[in-house]
């Protein structure tokens, strides 16, 4: 019999994140280590408990799970549900301080089983019987209880913790920090930074500020160089991933604020310039830790603004290529 305490705190939590009534049709994506549980025999132990199938092909409601080592001993698992239009509608978080990963399999399964149907573990009550129909018995003296053997007592109360926000990705804002090299500015490739964040969801806005201190190009009739500070605006209209990795495609707005520096036989200044730029850019997110992940981006830009240079023989006269490409490596930053 499942301790009544351990229902009491665990029933109402799952409850408000179960997003379906038990008849819906469920998926379990599910990610741990090769010596732990994976996802066949994970999902059979949950039909089994629960009694029936619930696991099939096109599920309304599916399980992101994730088990992995924790940060000083023991392991760590998220439970997180997702509906099919990708909606977050609740996480779990369950943590076993023992070594052996099988000792929170039990404790998987359990919470697994409450978060597709709640009442499947809940205690029935009898029928109330009418008073007159069953005469008054004697009080029977109370019988020592039995010790409860059944598996769940594996699962201390103190260690249930309430779910949260949090989301997989994808379902998180995320701030990234790379290095970048771009064309269209030097002789060859120029190389700068890029701090860039983007929001939450699966259509969502982009923003970021790209450096670059230095790019020279030698001229038949001198040498520029440039400074160039590129803040950007955008909309990335589709983000999509999984518990351990990211993809999204942006459209942005740019502009370069560049420092040009103009040496020649006839030319010697220093001019402030704005380029602006159309931007197209896809990135990837692949998860290192719960928080932390590998950022590449890349993409391309044309420029529709290009003010004109004193070197003429610089990019026809204009600042900078007409068409340019970059590429970004760093990393990333989950947040709530």
């Known amino acids: 019999m499942t301790p009544p305490l351990f229902l009491g705190v665990v029933l109402p939590l799952l409850a408000t994140a179960s997003p379906a009534p038990s008849s819906a049709r469920w998926g379990l ?3 741990a280590p090769s010596e732990c549980i994976q996802a066949a025999p994970l999902a059979r132990a949950v039909e089994a ?8 092909a096109l599920p309304d409601v599916l399980i992101h799970g994730v088990l992995e080592p924790a940060s000083s001993s023991g392991w760590s698992a998220r439970l997180t549900l997702v509906d099919a239009r990708g909606t977050v509608l609740g996480s779990r978080d369950i943590d076993s301080a ?8 039990r404790r998987l399964v359990l919470v697994l089983a409450l978060m597709i ?35 769940e007592e594996d699962v201390p109360v103190e260690e249930s913790s309430p779910p949260t926000r949090a989301a997989p990705w994808p379902g998180r804002s995320t701030v990234s920090v790379s290095a ?50 590129t803040p ?23 502009f370069s604020f560049v420092m040009a520096n103009s ?15 159309a931007v197209a850019r896809a990135q990837l997110e692949l998860r290192l830790g ?29 600042l900078g290529a007409p068409f340019r490409a970059f590429v970004e490596l760093g990393l990333s930053f989950r947040g709530p």
């Open 117 to 151: 149907d709640p009442e499947a573990l809940r205690p029935q009550e009898p029928a109330p019987v009418p008073s007159e129909v069953v005469p008054p018995a004697e009080e029977a003296p109370p019988r020592p209880e039995a010790p409860d053997t059944t598996e």
């Open 49 to 56: 408990r629960l009694g029936r199938p619930v696991f099939g």
């Open 29 to 31: 994506h599910w990610n």
């Open 98 to 105: 023992t070594p052996a990963c099988a000792d929170i399999e």
């Open 180 to 229: 970048l090299t771009t064309t269209g500015f030097s002789d060859g490739l120029a190389w700068g930074g890029r701090v860039g964040w983007r929001g939450a969801g699966r259509v969502t806005w982009l923003v970021g500020l790209s450096v670059v201190p230095w790019a020279r190009s030698e001229l038949e009739d001198g040498r520029v160089d440039l400074m160039l500070a």
């Open 263 to 277: 040496k020649g036989p006839a030319v010697d200044e220093v001019d402030l310039l704005i380029r602006g730029d």
């Open 290 to 318: 719960s928080a932390t992940a590998l950022h590449v981006g890349g993409g391309a830009a044309v420029g529709w603004l290009r003010p004109t240079l004193p070197m003429t023989s610089a990019w026809e006269g204009r």
């Open 232 to 254: 950007e605006v955008g909309l990335c209209p589709l983000v999509v991933g999984g518990s351990r990795w990211e993809v999204s495609t942006c459209a942005a707005a740019a």
